[in-house]
């Protein structure tokens, strides 16, 4: 419910600090009072985008704040999805700074336009009469239609349900394409994973694989130079180690005479231990190299297997034929996956349909039984509203698919004379028609739904006399459920408000300012009074205003 709403600098009003109760509430004033300024400045609170051409004084800045006890609304969901603190007393402000910068804020949290429109949207309902062409799309239509049949929580659940079934569709559709595309590819990618698989490659083989080709490509060679190594170390008299003996065993005799002496000995001792067994390690791998032509043969043939897969995969080791190797095993692996993946969504789907198509059969049922007593309703009221002919002719047809409110297409037509087709609404109604059904449409919703504050504006042009006054009763009706204001030029409807405010203008100071103040109950009958007969209003507008308050 909107409880207050203070506006500062905002086109021709200086500030105002207006209260609101709950219940039915009229506002009245001259054509050009400024009425449409209050609805701009209201507009801003639910989202509208700002004009800096609205700021009153260019040099301050414009402020808009509503106050709304949400306590009832059911709107924690909504806060959370915004990602804002609901606050069951909840503060909305906008900001037009004379730069023109615009700023918005919910609970003093910044938001977004989006943000602060998509939470108007279950603050307040405007509507006037170029603006009732909502009853005539079928998305609304359906809110009647189920509101009516109390079908909310089974369209709830269908909804939830519904919107994962979608989700499971898209990815059906998804891990198909990625099948097909994989398919494609799959005989290549397993011909190649199986050549790789083949070579039976290990980490580091390269390197000991082209080590002993070395050897044995020059095996000659190699024996050759070790036979002539070992020879100059091993020749009697004048080899190496015969010579190294010699001076080991001189410089042995000479090692008692010093620390150094002594240090050199054992030195040459040493060396020679180790060149003892350097040429006898050399004679033993002498003795063991030899040609092995086949072996070289099994060699080279492994190592051109390397080149050549590396240069087929544009790599240049085996490490990186096996990370190679590893990948298309997990491609070739995923399409396996991806089978399975798609059989469990389309169990997963499958399993939803059957629910779906159990709560799409219980929506379609009670929209059924709905739809005669809804239409009497509504041209019951139609008929107080002075379309006695009025006739709606509403159906429903089995969609073969699943849409995202049941299986049902619906029909909603309408005529207002005898003996005429009834055919959609927007073909059917004229613009004041429109405003009554719309009218007729909310009065029976006040029944069946809990709806945000609603607001008319001038609805009621186009009626006048007896059918005026009833449109006054069903919004006084209306106002015992929920908190309604109408702005009017009818004083058979603004008599039938609970509250009245008045907008006017007046000249301060060689400016015009628009001002708005609550009237009480003798301004209320000098105000209808005005309505009825003008400035200056005779006794009997004084009686009539009267009785239209009474």
Known sequence: M??????????LIEEVNLKFNDGFTVITGETGAGKSILLGALGLILGKRADISSIGNPDEKCVIEAHFDITTYNLETLFAAEDLDFEPQTIIRREILASGK????????????NQLSALGLSLVDIHSQHQTREVTDVDFQFQVLDAFAENGETLSAYTELYSGFRKKEGQLKKLTKQKEEAQ????????????????NLKPGEQEIIESAHDTLNNVEQITDGLAEAYQILSREEVGVNEMLLSAKVRLSKLSGFSPKLKELSERLEAVTIELDDVSESINDLAADTEGDPTELARLESRLKLFFDLQKKHQVDSVEGLIEIRDTLDDEVQSLNNLDQDIAKLKREIAQAQLVLE??????????TKTIKPLTEKLQTILFNLGMPNARFEVSLTNSPSFLDNGKDQLHFLFTA???????????????????????????????YAHLPTLIFDEIDTGVSGEVALKMGHIMKAMGNRMQLISITHLPQIAGQGAHHLKVFKEDKQHKTTTGIRVL???????????????????????DHARQLLN
């Open 2 to 11: 909107l409880n207050s709403l203070h506006i500062k600098n905002y086109a």
């Open 102 to 113: 615009s700023r918005a804020f919910v609970n003093d949290t910044p938001v977004t336009l």
């Open 520 to 542: 009480d109950q003798d301004q209320r009958i000098a105000e209808l009074a005005e309505m009825l007969g003008g400035k200056a209003s005779s006794d009997a507008a004084f």
């Open 417 to 447: 004379n005898k003996g005429m087709r009834a055919q959609e609404l927007k073909k059917a109604a004229s613009g004041g028609e429109l405003s009554r059904i719309m009218l007729a449409i909310k009065s029976v919703l006040s029944d």
């Open 358 to 367: 159990k709560l799409a059969v219980q929506l379609t049922s009670k929209r």
């Open 184 to 199: 494609k590819e799959e005989e290549y990618k397993s011909f190649l994973l199986e050549e790789l698989l083949a070579a």
